[in-house]
């Protein structure tokens, strides 16, 4: 093992004559670099967000019962090791902003799209290697902004992911509203420069370095679903950066925009005329679109892995794209399904019931393509593989209920209760990080050089896919029963006795899958330095970015770039000598390319 | 409680020394496959480990319905709540019905078709028919669904003023509920958080002087409901947004600080009613058992027992407000109109509050 180390140094020089370990592992402006920069940045805020999600687990199930982990943990925000409701606001509070932006934002879409963007369709790196590397120090200063927050004072932000004012606005609604609010903004607005940055550079690369052949109708799936994401983002984020903006406007200097009529504390306010619904309004042009900027990566990346595991090609290719264009347009004129109970128009709320059930459609075309890319197919079970179809699995079960909260008359009885805590978990957040898991276990050679222990993987494929399912599915029955989420317990409601053996089985469940993301952490940093060398094409996969060097280099290949002579979904092709052909392969003689 | 935390604890460090022995034999080389790329044998046992998940997800459905199907969707009490019942029964059984089909598919197609060195897949790279099938059915369901959703959301929100109906104001504040009643007029005197500091804080919704309407108005700390009539409720908050949620009135709205929001409905079950209904007396004798155990527990720490449980109606806060968000509540009294006189009969006007 020491061998393959030292022969790795020593080669560094012949390559990289200038780089030093500065240029090359900091302030690196190859994507490659960048892209295992996002992917570590990632998994360490994941670490963050899941272990919070375990603290207030525990006060759930067991509500004001004494731990030795709070009392270690959260100190004098847990008097006795009781946890204080102000902390419990916080923790719910952090974990949603944490596991939406800077886990399956920033760490998924920011992992793949830089490492397979330019792979896949053979671009020696991305538009602007300098703005690449601009984007990923902001996403990283916005990550240490956010957790400097949890070390304020009067503790971070706590008015919920969403932020919504005027709790989030005025510091005498809540401790948490004081200088951890005002962090939370600036680290948002930092985020959202480094993720339009990131954003408009995959759309440049995307539209104008396309190796030779590689025609729009050839990329791979991957490629157009983070095509799309970063286009939505462009669209979206903007509107967010502005609610930040004039939230931050309202706190330090007086305006009301979105205030207007308080009395807090004893004291009437001076704010006059604002709206909180138009923060509403604001945050969910944003809010909504993110759902698809999270999932369209994760739905990209299993496109890829079950086309090539089950060594057939994708069915329905075009309607793939469509659905994914489809779910990109409808996504941003849904936004109004959150906000059916905020006093909003009536009317406008029957307008966003049905563009929301509208998205019903591209995605169950989205799910049956799926199911019929397994059907007769020559399934290659790998853990990549397993995290996919568990993919496909999580994001049946929990789109399902969105018919039920998408239609704004049910949601009037499930509207904030854990009803949809359960549902966008299974639909956004497990599918998401299933989507994550399985890039990492597929594209992990091409990362690292090296495989992942499969062994281990399938173990931790399966904890987690029994785990997530017993955690949410129960969840869905303290929904329906009227309990609110962020309660920071229910025993103020004896109405609500008969659900607490419910919280203890979910929380188990969420102690047994959390532990076992252990096995998955130490995977993956065991493979990297001990896993067994891969050669260059493990999966027999036909993308591109199978063909360029294992070892990385600048520019990914060291001669020509590779041409493009066919879409990247020949598998098990009559009349071929293999069961896959890769993308750079001319066509046979008398060969004609499929009319996808 | 102790004992559970215990079993807890034993079972996840069974389960962590478990993994901890499969990490170590599984790091150690093993002479076999090193390649890490599933291979027939790996592509057998997930695949049927696929097939077993598919029992477990049936499995943990049956047991959850079994389990905890009782506290589902109460008993409404609304007269809109029985439309809002079917169309939501309506949906799950279609949403039951899409998932165990598509499930077993994803799954049975996993352990089907798991590979085999010697197999080759079937090219199959579209189909326009098929695709049209799957878009067509899921907009034709999609708009039966859209239809009658439309529907009935246009009924439960088209709120028309008139004399029969009861107006009545939910103010909000950080962490506690009150109710306005319109008075003899029928009619809500204006209001605004500036006035709440007149008359030494007796003012606590902030009732304006100089509208004469609001002298009669009543403010009370709990919500005592005419059965059969119907309800207008006028919604403001003095601080932030909180939400007015009622379940068993199929009822939410949300009070947002500087505007004022409406919801509607007929309350046809009264408080004692309710509580005569057996799936109530079941629930209210199950939650009483579960309250006796856990004062069981409070007694041998010293501490006071916990009260039985009687039903009431609720209204919760529904929308997060700070700490005691988990704690803002009001009691709600459903009862028959000469009852509900009676009781408003005994509250004082706000313009004796403010003479006394």
Known sequence: MSAIGKSHEEEHGHHHHKETFITKYIFSQDHKMISKQYLVTGLFMAIIGIAMSLLFRLQLAWPEKSFGIFDAVLGKWAPDGVMDPNVYLALVTIHGTIMVFFVLTAGLSGTFSNLLI????????????????????????????????????????????TVYPPLSA?????????????????????????????SLNYIVTVINLRTEGMSMSRLPLTVWAFFITAVIGVVSFPVLLSASLLLIMDRSFGTS?????????????????????????????????????????????????????????????????????????LSTIVWGHHMFITGMNPFLGSVFTFTTLLIAIPSAVKAFNYITTLWKGNLQLNPAMLFSIGLVSTFISGGLTGI?????????????????????????????????????????????????????????????????????????????????????????????????????????????????????????????????????????SNTLEWTSQIKHIHGNWPGKIPHVYRWAYDYSKPGQDKDFVPQNIPLKKGEEELQH | ?????????????????????KIFELSQPSIKDESQIANDKDNDFQGKLMFAFLGFIYILTIFSFWKWGDVILPVAASEHG???????????????????????????????????????????????????????????????????GLYTWT??????????????????????????????????????????????????????????????????????????????????????????FMP?????????????????????????????????????????????????????????PLDPYVFDYLLLCNKICGASHYNMQMKIVVETPEEYQNWINQQQNFSQVITN
């Open chain 1, 257 to 329: 925009f979105f205030l207007s009529d308080i009395f807090i504390q004893g004291e009437v306010l001076h704010y006059q005329g604002g709206s909180p619904v138009l923060y509403e309004h604001l945050f969910w042009f944003l809010g909504h679109p993110e759902v698809y900027i999270i999932l369209l990566p994760a739905l990209g990346i299993t496109s890829e892995i079950i086309s090539t595991n089950a060594r057939k090609p994708i069915f329905g290719y075009r309607a793939m794209v469509a659905s994914i264009l489809a779910i990109a347009f």
């Open chain 2, 82 to 148: 029985s439309n809002f019942d079917s169309l939501m029964w309506g949906t799950f059984a279609l949403i039951f019905f899409v998932q165990t089909v598509t499930q077993a598919l994803v799954h049975y197609f996993s352990y089907k078709y798991r590979g085999e060195k010697t197999k080759k897949a079937f090219f199959y790279a579209d189909n326009d028919r098929l695709e049209a099938i799957w878009t067509f059915i899921p907009m034709v369901t999609l708009a039966v669904l859209i239809f009658f």
């Open chain 1, 118 to 161: 330019p792979l896949q369709i053979g671009a020696r790196d991305m538009a602007s290697g300098f703005l690449n590397m601009i984007a990923y120090w902001l996403f990283f200063l916005s990550s240490i902004i956010m957790i400097a927050s949890l070390f304020v004072e009067s503790g971070p932000a706590a008015a919920g992911w």
């Open chain 2, 248 to 304: 068993h009135f199929r009822a939410q709205m949300n009070c947002v600080p500087g505007m004022i929001t409406e919801f509607a409905f007929t309350p046809v079950i009264t408080t004692d009613e309710m509580r005569q209904k057996p799936e109530i007396i079941e629930k209210v004798k199950k939650i009483n058992k579960i309250r006796e155990e856990n004062s069981k527990e409070l007694i041998a720490n010293g501490e006071e």
């Open chain 2, 1 to 21: 409680m102790t004992v559970l935390l215990i079993l807890v604890i034993l079972v996840l460090v069974t389960i962590s020394i478990w993994q901890l022995t």
């Open chain 1, 170 to 198: 005025l510091p005498q609604a809540q401790p948490g509203s004081g200088l951890g609010m005002t962090l939370w903004l600036v680290s948002m607005a930092v985020f959202i420069a480094s993720s339009l940055l990131g």
């Open chain 1, 404 to 540: 039920i909260l998408g239609d704004s008359t049910l949601d009037i009885n499930v509207h904030d209760t854990y009803f949809v805590v359960a549902h966008f978990h299974l639909v956004m957040g497990i599918s998401a990080l299933y989507g994550l898991f399985a890039g990492v276990y597929h594209w992990f050679p091409k990362m690292y050089g090296r495989m992942m222990n499969k062994n281990l993987g399938y173990l931790h494929f399966w904890v987690t896919a029994i785990g997530a399912y017993a955690i949410f599915f129960p969840m869905h029955f303290i929904g329906m029963a009227g309990l609110p989420r962020r309660y920071y317990s229910n025993t103020a409601f004896p109405y609500f006795d008969d659900i607490a053996d419910i919280n203890v089985f979910i929380t188990i469940s969420a102690l047994i899958t959390g532990l076992a993301q252990l096995v998955f952490l130490y995977n993956f940093i065991h493979s990297m330095f001990y896993g067994k060398e891969t050669e260059q094409n493990p999966w027999k």
């Open chain 2, 155 to 244: 009924e439960i929100m088209t709120i028309e003023e008139n004399d029969e109906a009861l107006v009545v104001e939910l103010y909000a504040q950080q962490f506690n509920w009150k109710a306005r009643y319109a008075g003899e007029d029928g009619v809500l005197g204006n209001a605004n958080v500036r006035f709440l500091q007149d008359f030494d804080g007796k003012n606590l919704v902030g009732i304006d002087v100089t509208d004469p309407n609001g002298f009669d108005d009543v403010v009370t700390t709990e919500l005592h409901l005419p059965v059969g009539r119907e309800v207008i409720f006028k919604m403001r908050s003095q601080d932030v947004i909180h939400s007015a």
